[in-house]
């Protein structure tokens, strides 16, 4: 099968497209042929060997993909199922998504909702399934379109741009925090009611600022999360989802005992099986796949790692969707 294959190296580690024996596949009861796949913040990091996610060599890198099941020793699955996979450490210490074929535990898949395709569930990705985490949290929270605007950072980016749409299909009015200004058209066509450049959050911050909000969706982290906090209105909610600015968290308890503020924390890698079905019925009942359309762009493996120092540096726009078999 082809795929992308990350090998140790005396300096690093080197990933490249190459052919692999299926032979070598890891341990695993399901064995799917892998339609679509995609490239995550995450799968960048891998890819370039920026950050040491992966946690042991050979790896093919990719935390989720889309498929067909081929083979299964598990009740529940068998040949020709559409399934779904993100998280469970795949890409980091078993073998992932950026290749042809792969062997899991069929306890890690997830029904590919009708009417969402391979490809479609794939544009949406663990960017967007991390998106619907936190909206649904905002909704466990209480929080609805009446009581006020949501913040969404990182905006142009995979799980900001995905958050923007499903906020704004259930009412919400969106303000969108973005470093590119060049995005803004793309921005209020997903759904962005207001844009503030990232600069307004970016930097430290007071402990306590102006109520602007009553809820936020933060994939950024470091100050940014902190200035999320500080701008929650009295009783809102925060969810946390990423670290693109940095894993610190340079802030003050003020928000959470004076404003009664929540901090959230999403983890898309090891949720609750019930809460990742619950997540993807939502994605295929709320996301218009003609708008899902305008945010993705489709690659192959080699230009998938070609693109990964973009990912990281924050120059692309959306999702990038990869055909492992283009």
Known sequence: MKGILI????NGSRASVTTIDEANLPEGDVTVRIEWSTLNYKDALAITGRSPVVRSFPMVPG????????????????AGDEVILNGYGVGEKHWGGLAQRARVSGDWLVR????????DAMAVGTAGYTAMLCVLALERHGVTPEQGKVLVTGAAGGVGSVAIMLLAKRGYHVIASTGRPAESAYLHELGAEEIIDRAEL????KPLAKERWVAAIDAVGSHTLANAC???AYGGIVAACGLAQGMDFPATVAPFILRSVTLAGIDSVMAPRARRVEAWQRIAQDLSTE?????????????ALAAAPDVLDGKVRGRLVVDVNG
């Open 112 to 119: 590919t909702p009708a009417p969402l395709t391979s490809r």
């Open 7 to 10: 090998e140790k190296q005396d």
């Open 63 to 78: 935390i989720d993909f889309a498929g067909v099941v081929e083979s299964s020793g598990q009740p529940e699955w068998k």
């Open 230 to 232: 500080a701008g929650t």
């Open 202 to 205: 970016s930097s430290p911050g």
């Open 291 to 303: 708008r899902l359309a305008s945010m993705v762009t489709a690659i192959g493996l080699d230009k």
